[in-house]
């Protein structure tokens, strides 16, 4: 970039994010420069061969492009083909050394690692956290809602679970609701997984950082 060249926008980075922020001020008409000093954009989204021997790409960081929304891609005009996988995670039972290990999926191996008893459990844990995030989700390319606001529009979708959920989900430490719901660590493990990544909190803390994710 030289002494004279003019920018609306430099974005520094060139992660996932970054392109696509780049893209919408491109598309609006604006001058745009995206400073990388990689030799490569993308980010933790760009595809690699991280375990040697094995003969396959997959990003390093980059797990939940499920979250990317398809209004998005039509936005800023990217072609990207997902291809939906049969399983959801694979944990290995640190109880026998990893010789076998929890698969969440179509054909899930509770049973497996003792825990046959917290699979109608686990399902419904989930079940009551999709009538918070059905209604929640198209909204997530709008204005930031206020809680009252959101509360009234996830009661108004009708799921006869939704207050519950809302109240274990939102309202109180999540830790409280994975552990009624199922009683293996690993199960708890598993599912606290998805609540606490990102945010380096406990599932039992009183300020609720846990729950955001």
């Known amino acids: 970039m030289g002494t004279g060249d003019s920018f609306d926008a430099v974005v520094v980075g060139g992660g ?21 000093r990689l030799g490569a954009v993308g980010g933790a989204a760009v595809s690699a ?63 497996a690692v003792g825990a046959g008893g917290d699979e109608r459990g686990f399902e419904e844990f989930y079940r009551r956290c999709r009538a918070l995030t059905k209604p929640l989700w198209p909204t997530l390319l709008e204005p930031l809602r206020t809680r009252s606001v959101a509360r009234d529009h996830v009661l108004a ?6 207050a519950t959920a809302w109240s274990e989900l939102i309202e109180q430490p999540l830790g409280r609701a994975i552990t009624a719901a199922v009683s293996s660590d690993l199960v708890r493990g598993v599912m606290g997984t998805d609540a606490v990544i990102g945010t380096f909190a406990r599932l039992g803390e009183d300020s609720l950082d846990q729950n955001v994710c």
Not at 16 to 36: S, T, W
Not at 76 to 100: E, F, K, M
Not at 157 to 162: I, K, V
């Open 16 to 36: 996932h994010n970054a392109l696509v922020a780049a893209a919408y001020l491109a598309r609006a008409g604006r001058r745009v420069r995206v400073l990388e």
């Open 49 to 111: 061969r991280p375990f040697e021997g094995v003969d396959a790409r997959l990003s390093r960081y980059a797990y939940l492009v499920s979250l990317l929304p398809v209004r998005i891609l039509r936005d800023i005009g990217a072609t990207v083909r997902l291809a939906p996988r049969q399983y959801a995670s694979y944990t290995p039972d640190p109880a026998d050394h990893a010789r076998t290990g929890l698969l969440v999926g179509a054909q899930s191996t509770f049973a």
């Open 157 to 162: 979708a009708g799921h006869p679970g939704a």
